[in-house]
């Protein structure tokens, strides 16, 4: 094999175009093998695998910095870098990360898992290079797909002007996670049908020189082109035409489904009996937004280009037609888009994941909540999870809960879910937040009647004394288990509230709990600092009811496993009770 002889990037530039060309379909193999295994970003990374070895071949890493956009397209420099062991051998397949990590290695120079960012990023090192007289290529490597994000756009326009070496290498294989959506895709498809010569050329209005590679999965002509722009003085881009999924069996019939793959995918049959379908928050959701698309032409459902991530399936989106769009890699627009359309007089359902709501706080505040647009923003995958750090959702608590007008709800059943989804829906006077649990599907029978429109009126649903457990959302099943071990274990019958919305107090309700409640504990699916507890603790302040607060700390994990982060953070039904047990001033709360 020659994959045995490369272990770094010198040993790329000892090998023949023969060995080079053996090299890509052997790493295209591990990287199957090991993908079904463990799961992780599939598509990408094997579209990419003949650039990264002619990117290796010509240039001179770590001196040359190659740096990646989103990152889920580095597991073969990763192989190539030092790295090989973490695709070779099982033991080791869960030792690195799924994206760069200067901490694994000095090939690696910023941590990135978010899209759009590689451009910037490039330009800024580019820009310290020439400040401090250094030498060296810097090479951003960009999807297509990326290309739809805002502040690729922002990277283009000041790279442009840089006036020294940064080359910008488009991977173009007509396809982002779904497909492409916008305009400049259109001039991508017609620079691919001229071989780049069509006079109409988006990069090089900005002021680019530009090179086209048709063959971009062929490594002699990605090498011969990579040579004449290395040490090039100048902003270059570098477009090449790749097969996203390239050696995948199957890959061409679902694109989509390939992007990320669970494990043990690849070992399914057509001829395996299909899941039965079962009910679940996604389902729930595109159902609703079917119903009521049927009656209403304006209603819209919104994605910025991760419909899976929630259910929006290929058949959802047909039956949507116009009343479905997906703007790209573009939350910060799809929020200011949302806004203008509720505005307006559509009703807009907004569906985002937790980690990439981050990227929109901006249009949160001035595009939307300072015009209080109604639209119904769905937060997916808001949660304490075992997800490598770039990928979070432990922060969308403190970043949207905050914001003056916004109402953040978090449902702790199908029910809840349903009647908030309903409330939202019908009225105009505020923009509501929604987080889907992250959790096991509850349904309890019973239909929820709670009157939406009457902010921050809290469900008391276990009336107690001594002790009152408040579980929010997610959390609110592991209050129930609290308040059962508390009974059990020392005796008290603990009050259970169900808050409902994140975004204010239950005055009347908080200030009931005065008379008999001597300990307040709150829990949240989240970040503590700047979430929903620390409302609760601030508003007992001045009073002698104590407050404990349970949630995530402030800290970036990466692939903790979620156990431990529970037992971390005290999230186990136990170690609140001992908690409870051990507060100095709480010993008077349990019967001797």
Avoid at 117 to 140: C, F, H, P, W, Y
Avoid at 232 to 250: E, Q, R, S, Y
Avoid at 433 to 444: H, K
């Amino acid at each position: 094999m020659v994959l045995e002889k490369v272990n770094f990037p010198n040993d790329v530039k000892e090998l023949s175009l023969d060995e080079m060309n053996t090299l890509a379909e052997e790493m295209r193999q591990i990287i199957m093998k090991k993908v079904n295994t463990t799961g992780g970003h599939f598509g990408p990374n094997l579209g990419i695998v003949e650039a990264t070895i002619a990117l290796h071949n010509v240039f001179d890493s770590p001196k040359d910095k190659i740096i990646f956009d989103v990152s889920h397209q580095c597991y073969p420099h990763k192989i190539l870098t030092g790295r090989k062991e973490g695709f070779t051998t099982p033991e080791s397949y869960c030792k690195y990360t799924g994206y760069t990590a200067p901490e694994e290695s000095e090939h690696d120079h910023y941590k990135v898992g978010h899209t759009s960012t590689s451009v910037s990023l490039a330009t800024g090192t580019a820009k310290a290079r020439d400040l401090k007289g250094e030498k060296g290529n810097v090479i951003a490597l960009i999807g297509d797909g990326s290309l739809s994000g805002g502040e690729a756009y922002e990277g283009f326009n000041n790279a442009a002007v840089l006036g020294s070496n940064i080359i910008i290498v488009v991977n173009d294989n007509d396809m982002s996670i779904a497909e492409n959506q916008g305009g400049l895709y259109e001039n991508l498809k017609l620079l691919r049908e001229t071989n780049g010569e069509a006079p109409c050329n988006f990069f090089k209005s900005l002021g680019f020189d530009y090179y086209y590679v048709d063959e971009g999965n062929n490594v002699e002509k990605l090498i011969q082109t990579f040579k004449k722009v290395k040490d090039i003085n100048h902003p270059v881009v570098v477009h090449i035409h790749t097969i996203k999924g390239l050696g995948a069996p199957n890959y061409e019939q679902n694109k989509e489904a390939y992007h990320w793959i669970c494990p043990g995918i690849l070992d399914k049959k057509d001829s395996d009996k299909q899941p039965v379908k079962t009910e679940n928050y996604d389902n729930l959701t595109t159902d609703f937004i079917l119903d009521k698309a049927k009656n209403d032409k304006t209603v819209v459902a919104i994605t910025p280009a991760t419909p899976g991530a929630y259910g929006f399936t290929k058949d959802f989106r047909e039956k949507l037609g116009k009343q479905y769009v997906d703007v790209g890699i573009a939350e910060e627009h799809a929020v200011a888009y949302a806004s203008a359309l509720a505005k307006q007089g559509a009703k807009p359902f907004l569906a985002i994941m937790s980690s990439f709501v981050q990227r929109t706080y901006d249009q949160l505040s001035q595009d939307l909540c300072l015009n209080n647009s109604p639209i119904t923003m769905l937060v997916y995958w808001g949660s304490i999870t075992p997800a490598d750090a770039t990928h979070l959702g432990t922060f969308d608590i403190p970043l949207i809960a905050n914001i003056p007008n916004m109402v953040y709800l978090a449902p702790t059943c199908k029910e809840e879910y349903l009647a908030m989804l309903e409330w939202s829906y019908n009225q105009n006077d505020y923009p509501v937040a929604i987080r889907v649990p992250y959790a096991n599907f509850v349904s309890t029978g019973v239909k929820d009647d709670t009157d939406y429109s009457k902010l921050n009126k809290y469900s008391l649903d276990k009336q107690g004394e001594k002790v009152a457990i408040i579980g929010l959302g997610n959390f609110y099943h592991l209050g129930r288990k609290v308040v059962d071990e508390i009974k059990d274990k020392l005796g008290i019958d603990a009050t259970l509230i169900n808050p409902k919305f994140i975004t204010g107090v239950d005055t009347e309700l908080l200030n009931s709990l005065k008379q008999n409640h001597k300990l307040v504990i709150t829990l949240e699916d989240g970040e503590i600092d700047g979430g929903f507890g620390e409302k609760i603790t601030r508003f007992y302040g001045d009073s002698e009811v104590k407050v404990l607060n349970y949630g995530s700390k402030k800290e970036f994990t990466d692939r903790v496993p979620l156990d431990e982060l529970y037992k971390r953070y005290r999230l186990t039904k136990e170690q609140i009770v001992e908690d409870i047990k051990n507060m100095s001033e709480a010993a008077s709360l349990v019967e001797v």
